[in-house]
């Protein structure tokens, strides 16, 4: 009967608006704004863009509905703020609550919010929504705008559309790798500016040169306008070949990558830091290992490496994270690595999370699933809590050699 309904409602709006639009009356755009999450890209807002300055006090969430395709059928998201402005940017001004385009915010932990189809690989879901406004509302003159339904006519991808997208043929091993750019702004010709690489995980290899940037906060946090005041840097996201994986031939790839950029752009060589998550942070590992000389530091999160080649690394600035209840990587993979950096004098530095930290932190957020054997998992995902802190990020940045 529900599933009736549902349908029953997507005619009359789908009606409604063919009607309202022989009529002229029709929106201009709605846009879908994602954001990065600590676990994943997350649809978090609609911006709709409006003929006429619409009256935000008027507004309110019951005037409106956004639904996601999930499989084979559109479910609700939760609007829980809507306001107008000119810009279109997802902020919210009591004193300037008016403007051609209306904001609807979304609960960003709604099951059906995420943007993945989680498998081996990770692909990114072709985004379906429709969007409704229910009821007339007022534009600034008092007149009223009539409802309309649309899907949605595009997106935009915070600090993800800041990246540049490339791709790199190494001559040397004949492998050709995607790669995304962040670029500081105002760079001054006359100043160097650290370099932060981050190797992903085993899901998120391919050649789409999206998935990397979004499947988790490891390259996007780095360019975040609050750090990026503060640090001003570079960031390098490659993305691994499908069905190849972070050896030494890979990442002697992405050390050549580096060795170009650093001809094309004035990054301080005494200044290039890597991180890397599961097979990233084994990735990370085996970065310092074999190019010791060329990183000032690094954080391995739920990885493992050589222990007989921990002589290479013991000058390097080493922070390792892993959860102890880690499903997938044992926790002993870091901890042998770091009792014998211990042992000779390494700059080694550990934080192992408890049983039950990172899904406590997760659900601290607003994560919840309908889907319980996922909690399983979570555990494996010490890199969210990692890279939310705010000591991690000044520590990186704080080493140089």
């Given at each position: 009967?529900n599933l009736?309904?549902?349908?029953?409602l997507l005619?009359?709006?789908g009606?409604?608006?063919?009607?309202?639009?022989e009529?002229?009356?029709?929106?201009?755009?709605?846009?879908?704004?994602?954001?990065v999450f600590?676990?994943?890209e997350r649809?978090f807002a609609v911006?709709?863009?409006?003929?006429?300055?619409?009256?935000?006090q008027?507004l309110?969430?019951?005037q409106?509905?956004v639904?996601?395709?999930?499989?084979?059928?559109?479910?609700?998201r939760?609007?829980?703020k809507?306001y107008?402005?000119?810009?279109g940017?997802?902020?919210?001004?009591?004193?300037?609550?008016?403007?051609?385009y209306?904001?609807?915010?979304l609960?960003?932990?709604?099951?059906?919010?995420?943007?993945?189809?989680y498998?081996?690989?990770?692909v990114?879901?072709k985004?379906d929504?429709?969007?409704?406004?229910?009821?007339?509302?007022?534009d600034?003159?008092?007149k009223e705008?009539e409802?309309?339904?649309s899907?949605?006519?595009?997106?935009?991808?915070?600090?993800?559309?800041d990246?540049?997208?490339?791709t790199?043929k190494?001559?040397e091993?004949?492998?050709?790798?995607?790669?995304?750019?962040?670029?500081?702004?105002?760079?001054?010709?006359?100043?160097k500016y650290p370099?932060v690489?981050?190797?992903?995980?085993?899901?998120?290899?391919?050649?789409?040169?999206?998935?990397?940037l979004a499947?988790?906060?490891g390259?996007?946090?780095?360019?975040?306008?609050r750090?990026?005041?503060?640090?001003?840097?570079?960031?390098?996201?490659?993305?691994?070949?499908?069905?190849?994986?972070w050896?030494?031939?890979t990442?002697?790839?992405v050390?050549n990558?580096?060795?170009?950029l650093?001809?094309?752009?004035n990054?301080?060589?005494?200044?290039?830091?890597v991180?890397?998550?599961?097979m990233g942070?084994?990735g990370?590992w085996?970065?310092?290992m074999?190019?010791?000389?060329?990183f000032?530091?690094?954080i391995p999160?739920?990885?493992?490496g050589?222990?007989?080649?921990v002589?290479?690394?013991?000058d390097?600035?080493?922070?390792?994270?892993?959860a102890?209840d880690?499903p997938?990587?044992?926790?002993?993979?870091s901890?042998i690595l770091?009792?014998?950096?211990?042992?000779?004098?390494?700059?080694?530095?550990?934080?192992e999370?408890?049983?039950?930290?990172?899904?406590?932190?997760?659900?601290?957020?607003?994560?919840r699933?309908?889907n319980p054997?996922l909690?399983?998992?979570v555990?494996?995902?010490?890199w969210?809590?990692t890279?939310?802190?705010?000591?991690?990020?000044?520590?990186?940045?704080?080493?140089?050699k």
């Amino acid at each position: 009967m529900n599933l009736r309904r549902g349908i029953l409602l997507l005619v009359i709006l789908g009606i409604f608006s063919t009607l309202f639009a022989e009529e002229g009356m029709s929106v201009r755009s709605v846009t879908l704004v994602t954001k990065v999450f600590p676990d994943v890209e997350r649809v978090f807002a609609v911006v709709i863009e409006y003929p006429v300055e619409i009256d935000g006090q008027k507004l309110s969430p019951n005037q409106f509905v956004v639904r996601a395709k999930s499989g084979d059928t559109y479910s609700p998201r939760t609007i829980t703020k809507v306001y107008a402005n000119n810009t279109g940017e997802v902020s919210f001004s009591v004193f300037r609550n008016r403007g051609k385009y209306v904001i609807l915010e979304l609960d960003p932990w709604d099951p059906n919010a995420g943007t993945f189809i989680y498998g081996s690989p990770n692909v990114r879901a072709k985004l379906d929504y429709i969007v409704s406004q229910l009821v007339p509302i007022l534009d600034v003159d008092g007149k009223e705008v009539e409802p309309f339904v649309s899907k949605q006519t595009g997106e935009r991808h915070l600090i993800i559309d800041d990246f540049l997208a490339f791709t790199f043929k190494d001559a040397e091993k004949n492998i050709e790798i995607a790669y995304r750019l962040f670029v500081p702004k105002d760079v001054d010709a006359n100043k160097k500016y650290p370099l932060v690489v981050f190797l992903h995980g085993g899901g998120e290899r391919g050649t789409d040169n999206y998935i990397q940037l979004a499947s988790n906060r490891g390259a996007v946090v780095w360019a975040e306008p609050r750090h990026q005041q503060v640090h001003p840097c570079f960031v390098l996201a490659p993305q691994c070949p499908p069905n190849s994986f972070w050896s030494l031939d890979t990442i002697r790839v992405v050390v050549n990558l580096i060795k170009k950029l650093k001809k094309e752009y004035n990054i301080d060589e005494k200044r290039i830091y890597v991180t890397g998550l599961f097979m990233g942070g084994a990735g990370t590992w085996t970065a310092i290992m074999e190019f010791p000389e060329l990183f000032a530091a690094a954080i391995p999160i739920c990885g493992g490496g050589d222990v007989n080649k921990v002589e290479r690394i013991k000058d390097i600035p080493i922070w390792v994270f892993h959860a102890e209840d880690d499903p997938v990587v044992p926790v002993a993979s870091s901890r042998i690595l770091v009792k014998k950096l211990a042992e000779i004098g390494g700059k080694v530095r550990y934080t192992e999370y408890e049983k039950g930290f990172v899904l406590r932190y997760l659900k601290q957020l607003g994560w919840r699933t309908d889907n319980p054997g996922l909690e399983d998992w979570v555990p494996h995902s010490s890199w969210q809590p990692t890279y939310d802190n705010q000591e991690v990020i000044e520590w990186l940045f704080s080493q140089s050699k």
